[in-house]
């Protein structure tokens, strides 16, 4: 999207067996994405806004339900007529299957 970003992530297990927290995953993700996109854009400085949101998808029903939501993200915004034509969206190839 032109003024945000869905992301639906599986946390990773820490060496000591204990979960990433999403703040933690969300600090290093706009991290590394705000450096990257910085470097293509030959700019510097802040990049993304301090505000997120967050929250626990607990079943298979409410991650189909999740993950629907994201990728008509851009349909229902009028930016395409269906969800493949956004360039920014990906859905690992087996989640349909």
């Given at each position: 999207?032109?003024?945000?970003?869905?992301?639906?992530?599986?946390?990773?297990?820490n060496?000591?067996?204990?979960?990433?927290?999403?703040?933690?995953?969300l600090?290093?993700?706009k991290?590394?994405?705000?450096?990257?996109?910085?470097?293509?854009?030959?700019?510097?400085?802040?990049?993304?806004?301090?505000e997120?949101?967050?929250?626990?998808?607990?079943d298979?029903?409410?991650?189909?339900?999740?993950?629907?939501?994201?990728?008509?993200?851009?349909?229902?915004?009028?930016?395409?007529?269906?969800?493949?034509?956004?360039?920014?969206?990906?859905?690992?190839?087996?989640?349909?299957?």
């Open positions: 999207m032109p003024n945000h970003v869905h992301v639906l992530i599986l946390p990773i297990i060496h000591n067996d204990t979960i990433f927290s999403p703040a933690r995953i600090f290093t993700w991290r590394f994405t705000t450096k990257a996109i910085n470097k293509t854009l030959n700019r510097k400085g802040a990049l993304w806004q301090k997120n949101y967050d929250r626990m998808v607990r298979e029903k409410e991650l189909y339900n999740t993950i629907n939501y994201i990728i008509q993200n851009p349909v229902k915004a009028g930016l395409v007529s269906q969800w493949e034509d956004w360039a920014g969206t990906y859905v690992r190839p087996d989640f349909f299957s």
